[in-house]
């Protein structure tokens, strides 16, 4: 005998039991006729219900139809539809519904799915080139943003070159810069705005090195000099911060007179804040160059050297160039400029 045959006849047993002790009258119900079917004889509630599997009907049948008709009339109008519903919800709750399996299935197939999910490593997402990916001030940076230096400012007779390796301008609103500050060129291109004794500022571009000069010392063009205080004066107190100007164009790259495929040196220029490093992608992988105190960066095997170029500044910023060929003394644009400090 199947499961699903015992479920429906012990739910029908429980609903017709409930319903005789509810209405407390008699009736008789049959279930089926073919053998191994249920028969359900109900005459009276002191009755005993029949749930065995028999081939034919059992011997009260016959007396127990007979008593029930009467009841069967009286109260069927009272109690037939409250009965059909019992048996109805009884035979559900007995009977799989359709697709229950379809349902289990599809539960178990969800299941699956969320656990794998779980369990899937993570993807790993690339770093965009400008993001920063240093730290924004290095232990060892000698000049920082958002900070104050005091010190004095003296003059000479600039032309927009020097230690830095620029050639001539005619914007001669440049300094040299002490040499514990100039921190092997690492000031080369920076901007900072220096304010005079009379509270006057003036905003000039690193181009070369001061070598007789002490920590805050700058040693100030001619013209900028003159912007903050009579040139009699010859040395005076000053205040100083780095800043990171809004430039025209995008930054630029300088291959050194003589660099080929097999040595080159390599520096950037228009710049809006000082450079941490440059780095010449090779079959290998991005290569980092060896910074000089004359603001350029060599390979001295000549590995990357024509191709991409990767520069990071003080404050983590990264630009990426493609394209870039070996062209000694030549400036090259890149595709943008470094974003404000």
């Known amino acids: 005998m199947s499961r699903k045959k015992i479920d429906l006849r012990a739910g029908l047993a429980l609903v017709v039991f409930a319903v ?5 009258g008699v009736l008789y119900a049959q279930a089926g006729s073919k ?21 034919t009907p059992t011997t009260a049948g016959p007396s127990a139809s007979a008593a029930a008709k009467p009841a069967g009339k009286a109260g069927g109008k009272a109690g037939g539809k409250a009965v059909g519903k019992a048996v109805g919800k009884a035979v559900g709750k007995a009977s799989p519904k359709p ?12 299941r699956k799915a969320k656990q794998a999910a779980k369990t899937a490593p993570a993807k790993k997402t690339a770093v965009p080139a400008t993001t920063a990916v240093a730290p924004k001030s290095a232990a060892g940076d000698q000049v920082k943003f958002g900070k104050t230096y005091d010190g004095v400012a003296t003059f000479y007779d600039a032309t927009g070159a020097g230690n830095c390796s620029y050639d001539p301008t005619g914007d001669l609103m440049v300094a040299a810069m002490d040499m514990p500050q100039y921190q092997n060129s690492q000031a080369c291109g920076a901007y900072v705005d220096v304010t005079g004794p009379a509270g006057n500022t003036v905003r000039v571009k690193i181009v070369d090195s001061c070598p007789g000069c002490e920590s805050g010392h700058l040693d100030l063009s001619a013209q ?11 040395r005076i107190a000053i205040s100083w911060k780095l800043v990171s100007p809004a430039l025209s164009g995008p930054v630029k790259y300088v291959y050194k007179d003589g660099s080929t495929q097999w040595w080159c040196g390599i520096q950037v220029r228009n710049h809006r804040n000082p450079i941490r490093t440059i780095e010449l992608k090779s079959s290998s992988g991005w290569i980092t160059l060896q910074r000089q105190s004359y603001n350029y960066f060599l390979s001295a095997n000549g590995k990357g050297c024509g191709g991409s170029v990767r520069i990071t500044d003080v404050q983590g910023h990264q630009l990426t160039d493609t394209g870039i060929a070996v062209k000694p003394d030549v400036e090259q644009a890149g595709a943008k400029q470094l974003p404000a400090a």
């Open 35 to 55: 053998a191994g079917e249920a028969s359900l004889v109900l005459s009276r509630p002191d009755m005993v219900i029949n749930t065995r599997p028999e081939a």
């Open 99 to 110: 697709g229950a399996k379809k349902k289990v299935a599809a539960k178990k197939a969800v």
């Open 224 to 234: 900028a000099f003159a912007k903050l205080a009579d040139p009699g004066k010859g």
């Open 20 to 24: 005789v002790l509810v209405t407390g």
